[in-house]
């Protein structure tokens, strides 16, 4: 019995995909294991958004090689498209394969374990997909790598193309799941208990189930009246796409969490303009201040959280034009923010734009966003302090357990009690508000 590792690496999707190709692996009775120095047979899940992730997997493959000569490499995610990196890595890499051409890495899977034929198709048609007709590798039951929490793809693929971003070359166009498959696929999590179910695409905000015209507002109340106990989180939304009607499903529904991320990038509108974010810092602030009033309204007693990507040292970006990424992060009061030093990604329009802001001078924006940050973050954190939240437990080290708020807060909570469990929800009282986490006990 042939075995395999997985190594992922990149953004939430990424490990949502690697779940499919472990389920897809092991239906060819492949033995998945941990040990890659094991295994006969390793997929490199790649991320090509910025050029350290790049250079890791570089790294790891070339080790891996040298160390065992005979293991094969398989290497799939947003650098498998790549002509460079194929050419780089050709005599380490038995198989490129785009993550949505499972067909392509079922025919060399045949071809090198010698395996009895069993096409794709069937597959699909033997575990009785709804889209057996058109075969997606997201119709794939994943083997889920966890027991409460569960990632739960609702689309791939982008066609905003914004101008220092790889998803549109890597993943293609925008392509949604029917709406019953995904409702299907929540259903048996929730038969098991599942607790926290994330939405995933890289614009679920333009989500759009043609057949049955569902849009995503529409999705998330379908899911919101499944009967059951838990939350409903997703990733990630654009600005561009933030409709009034999904603003008050958001707002008001009682299952999903008072949690938006809306990636602002930058504060200013030239340099919007140049990533071809197709939105202004008005708009943007016009929808937060929407966003914001609509959970007051609807949520008055809940607390929310907003949260954002800034990218730093884009081409050409002047100091005065970096001041007004400052000014809307004051402006906001975001709970937090991923800040990213631009990184030039081949293939991209921006690929072509100079990358003249030097290190040292991102970093120092970097650390100038930080500062702001740690004063928001404290100040909103501090609004918790004395109250009761629910928490849902993630993981247990010693005597502490740890997990997130509805508004993804995370949370210490020392306790001897052996009856409190990872998975399950409980009720906390903050007792302390630190920048970046809270600490509370539990109470009975």
């Known amino acids: 019995m ?24 092991e239906s060819y009775q492949f033995n998945f294991i941990n040990n890659i120095h094991k295994a006969d047979l390793i997929i490199f899940n790649t991320c090509g958004v910025r050029q350290m992730a790049e250079d890791r997997i570089y790294g790891q493959i070339n080790n ?12 799939t995610g947003c650098l498998a498209y790549r002509q460079d990196v194929q050419k780089r890595l050709k005599n380490q890499v038995d198989l490129f394969f785009n993550i949505k051409d499972f067909n392509k890495l079922e025919k060399w899977i045949h071809k090198t374990f010698s395996l009895k034929e069993k096409s794709f198709l069937d597959f699909f048609s033997s575990k009785k997909y709804p889209t057996a007709h058109k075969i997606s590798y997201l119709s794939l039951t994943p083997k889920y790598s966890n027991f409460f929490q569960a990632y739960v793809p609702i689309m791939t693929g982008c066609n905003n193309f914004c101008t220092y971003c790889v998803v549109p070359y890597a993943r293609g166009r ?25 939405l995933l695409g890289q614009n679920v905000n333009s989500y759009y189930d043609k057949k049955q015209k569902i849009n995503f507002a529409q999705l998330l109340k379908k899911i919101n009246s499944l009967p059951g106990n838990f939350w409903i989180r997703f990733l990630t939304s654009h600005p561009k796409d933030m409709s009034d009607e999904l603003i008050k499903v958001i707002t008001s529904s009682q299952k999903i969490c008072e949690y938006v991320h809306l990636p602002l990038q930058a504060g200013d509108n030239e340099v919007l303009k140049k990533m071809n974010r197709k939105y202004s810092p008005q708009h943007y602030l016009k929808t ?6 609509s959970f007051k309204k609807n949520k008055p007693h809940s607390p929310f959280a907003i949260t954002t990507d800034i990218i730093v040292g884009f ?13 809307i992060m004051k402006k906001v009061n975001y709970d937090m923010t991923y800040i990213s030093r631009y990184s030039p990604r081949p293939g991209t ?15 120092k924006r970097e650390k100038e966003i930080e500062k702001i940050l740690e004063k928001t973050s404290l ?46 929800f409980y009720t906390v009282k903050i007792t302390q508000a630190n920048i970046w986490n809270l600490e509370g006990e539990i109470i009975e």
């Open 379 to 424: 100040k909103n954190n501090q609004k918790y302090l004395n109250k009761k939240v629910t928490i849902l437990i993630d993981k247990k080290r010693g005597e502490s357990f740890y997990g997130k708020t509805r508004t993804l807060k995370n949370v210490k909570v020392i306790s001897k009690n052996k009856k409190y469990s990872v998975g399950n």
């Open 288 to 293: 937060i201040q929407k966003i914001k009033n």
């Open 64 to 75: 891996l090689k040298q160390q065992h000569k005979k293991l094969l490499i398989v290497v």
């Open 349 to 363: 329009v921006a690929w072509n734009f100079p990358d003249n802001i030097t290190l040292e001078e991102k970093k």
């Open 2 to 25: 042939p075995t395999f590792s997985i190594q992922t690496f990149g953004c939430q999707m990424n490990y949502s995909d690697s779940e499919r190709i472990i389920s897809f692996l």
């Open 315 to 327: 081409p050409d970006e002047t100091r005065n034009q970096f001041q007004k990424t400052k000014e």
């Open 174 to 198: 925008e392509y949604s799941r029917p709406a019953k498959e995904i409702i299907q696929e929540i259903k048996k999590l929730l038969a098991k208990n599942y607790k926290e179910i994330f």
